[in-house]
């Protein structure tokens, strides 16, 4: 099973920064698309951002212009750098990976979750 482990969360003042890190391992044949999802005390989990194997982005509306995603490709990891925290932002915050993978039957889709990193902006 591909599995996904989530680091670099934390406690961080409003207006600071942090870089969030998913690695993905397991048998792993091609990753079509990595992402970012968070869910906030009491509420949903929400798409934070997005990014396909061809490149394409995909942000919400409340942190376009302060968060980008990125990938390490030969490392199978995704970054997700966060400047200019708010408050609003605490969440625990989700990785998601979807592609395919290899199996004793051949290859099959996969969509694994990371375990949640906690983020907290406060003064």
């Known amino acids: 099973q591909v599995q996904l482990v989530e680091s670099g969360g934390g406690l961080v003042q409003p207006g600071g920064s942090l870089r969030l890190s998913c690695a993905a391992s397991g048998p792993i044949f091609s990753i079509n698309a990595m992402g970012w999802y968070r869910q906030p005390p009491g509420k949903q989990r929400e798409l934070v951002a997005a990014?396909?194997?061809?490149?394409?982005?995909n942000y919400a509306d409340s942190v376009k212009g302060r968060f980008a995603i990125s990938r390490d490709s030969a490392k199978n990891t995704v970054y997700l750098l966060m400047n200019s925290l708010k408050p609003e932002d605490t969440a625990v915050y989700y990785c998601?990976?979807?592609?395919?993978?290899?199996?004793?039957?051949?290859?099959?889709?996969?969509?694994?979750w990371g375990q949640g990193t906690q983020v907290t902006v406060s003064s």
């Open positions: 990014l396909t194997s061809a490149g394409s982005t």
């Open positions: 998601n990976t979807e592609g395919k993978q290899m199996t004793s039957y051949g290859l099959g889709p996969f969509r694994s």
